[in-house]
């Protein structure tokens, strides 16, 4: 019980310090939807992506944050959650771009497949990696954001196909998937 107060307290402390920060330095809290699509070439069915973010701009380079990702593809589909870190390495006028590192967890949704009659264990996996991506701002608190491409770790148990590199667990993933395109609203 101990352990769970502490831990509670100190991510409280982080996230107030970082706000702190943030108000001082740049915008502040921001929170972010990105759509995308993805294909199964195997399957011949597509699925789309639904990337919701929250985080926090701490200054003009730096933002920080957690992510969901759902897929729309039934059972076939996972769920990820994760946190990021953005460094903006380029930025002029409204356009800005940006590499962000990440680490998720994706979990397929349904409870096991069935193959032949029996089931098969899970396929959940996890990544960490870093993509990358751009923003131009339409007005001081509203940003078009697209991101694309990336190069990390990457369990999947699954078969790779498409544009991919990599026949171990370290990849360069170009597939549909990776492109992203959203709205970021910071207060």
């Known amino acids: 019980m101990k352990t769970k107060t502490l831990t509670v307290i100190a991510l409280l402390s982080v996230f107030c310090i970082t706000s702190v920060v943030a108000q001082t330095k740049e915008r502040g809290l921001f929170v ?9 070439e195997r399957h011949r069915s597509g699925y789309g992506l639904f990337v919701p973010r929250i985080g ?8 920080v944050g957690v992510k969901a990702r759902f897929e729309t593809s039934g059972s076939k ?21 940006f590499t ?9 949704r349904a409870e096991c497949d069935f193959v032949l009659g029996r089931p098969t264990p899970r ?55 990776r492109l992203q ?3 970021q609203c910071i207060f």
Not at 56 to 63: D, H, I, M, S, T
Not at 77 to 97: E, P
Not at 100 to 108: A, T
Request: proline share 1%; aromatic share 18%.
């Open 32 to 40: 972010e939807m990105n759509a995308g699509f993805g294909n199964v």
């Open 56 to 63: 926090y701009q701490l200054g003009e380079k730096w933002a």
């Open 77 to 97: 589909g996972y769920t990820a959650a994760g946190a990021y870190v953005q460094y903006a390495f380029w930025k002029k006028g409204k356009l800005k771009l």
């Open 100 to 108: 962000e590192g990440e680490l998720s967890y994706n979990v397929k």
């Open 123 to 177: 396929k959940n996996y996890a990544e960490a990696g870093f993509t990358f991506g751009g923003s131009y701002a339409l007005c001081r608190n509203l940003n078009v954001m697209a991101r694309y491409l990336y190069i990390g770790y990457n369990d999947y148990p699954g078969v790779r196909e498409g544009a991919y590199i990599g026949n171990g667990r370290g990849i360069v993933d170009a597939n549909w998937h």
């Open 181 to 183: 395109v959203g709205l």
